[in-house]
């Protein structure tokens, strides 16, 4: 991968974008960075190893772009549109541009902020029709969902209860940097 920083600079601006957006808008994750880029947005994913996953190479990158969108194309057919190449030409970054192929994001279609449920629920305006449907969706999408021992296995209380520990011992690390002792051991007790 390109020197993040740099990379992330490139992206930031609307020229490095085929449809030439009026502005760009960055959100990090902990596992990506988001462009916000007018008509789509762009999500690329950090070279992070978590242990539960780990995007350090960009054959990985590049596989878990194409993985995403596959899973998520299933309830968000119109919003997942593919995974793209981010390219660099001399010392210019690109998406879906000419030059080298130096790394990936997941494409998507850009959804209206003002419909977002977050803000739907600060101004009061989520009905329970609307909670029907999404219910229902999500229903149906479970009961359509691939079944098999291996699966169901992963549900499992075994399992559940190793990720848990997992998640534990490897935030201990963050407390008095983005979690202060008595919320982790007061997340912790409500886990066990």
Known sequence: MPELSALLQALSTPKAYPHNPREVELVHTHISVVFLAG?????VKKPVDFGFLDFTTLDKR???????VTLNRRLCPDVYLGVVAIT?????????????????????????????MDRLLQSNQVT???MER??????EFH???EISEQLASIGGLDTVEQNTEENFV?????????????????LKSYSY
């Open 88 to 116: 660099q030409d001399g010392g210019a970054f690109s998406v879906e541009g000419s030059g080298t192929e130096v790394e990936y994001a997941v494409k998507m279609r850009s959804l209206p902020h003002q419909r977002m």
């Open 143 to 145: 009961r359509q969902a």
């Open 39 to 43: 008509d789509y947005v762009y999500k």
């Open 170 to 186: 490897q935030t201990k690390d963050y407390v008095n940097q983005t979690i202060t002792p008595e919320q982790y051991e007061k």
């Open 62 to 68: 590049r596989f878990y772009c194409h993985q995403e």
């Open 134 to 139: 999404v219910a229902e969706r999500l229903a």
């Open 128 to 130: 329970p029709g609307m």
